[in-house]
């Protein structure tokens, strides 16, 4: 039995650009390791009321957390802007 491989050039990229898209979508899924918990949104009685104060009273009253908050980009062009941002956990 031979092979045909006269339209495998015009093939080859077509696989390669499939298999990108199928390893592209396997690594953005979204797996559970079974710890992950999902939350309701926090009710206005979980932040502070900000009556009356200035920002430094406002954060001088919140308690430590392990969550810290990181910019995603520092290269912004002049026009509309998304500022991508990252909540990681310490430790």
């Known amino acids: 039995m031979m092979l045909n491989l006269r339209g495998t050039p015009r093939l080859l990229p077509v696989l390669m650009a499939t298999a990108l898209v199928a390893l592209g979508l396997v690594a953005c899924s979204g797996g559970s390791d079974g710890d992950e918990t999902a939350r309701s949104a926090p009710s206005v009685s979980d ?45």
């Open 47 to 91: 932040f502070p009321s900000a009556e009356g104060k200035n920002i430094e009273q406002v954060y001088g009253e919140q308690s430590e957390s392990d969550l810290v908050v990181s910019p995603a980009a520092s290269v912004f062009e002049v026009g509309k802007n998304r500022y991508p941002f990252g909540v990681f956990e310490v430790g």
